[in-house]
């Protein structure tokens, strides 16, 4: 019983991350809204990885297949928010 504990805490983490996601759309933040986004999607994400998807008990070398795509997402992240920062 214990073990599902954990998975009802963090499917409660996303449902709340999800309300918070919906309420933060609604604010106007201007080129923030897409950073807050971002960053919440990315917390959803982690949970979602570490838990559900078990990273959280693998070993270094899983770690390391798992960071090494994270790296080249941001790159793309950047690239993209840096493009559309400085369009006129």
């Known amino acids: 019983m214990a073990a599902y504990r954990i998975y009802i805490i963090v499917c409660t983490l996303l449902l709340v991350l999800t309300g918070v996601t919906v309420g933060v759309s609604y604010l106007h933040l201007g080129i923030m809204n897409v950073a807050v986004a971002l960053l919440i999607a990315s917390v959803k994400a982690a949970l979602v990885a570490l838990y559900f998807m078990h990273l959280r008990f693998e070993n ?6 798992a960071t090494v795509p994270l790296f080249f997402l941001a790159l793309i992240i950047l690239g993209t928010l840096a493009d559309t920062m400085f369009r006129n």
């Open 60 to 65: 270094r070398l899983v770690w390391a297949f």
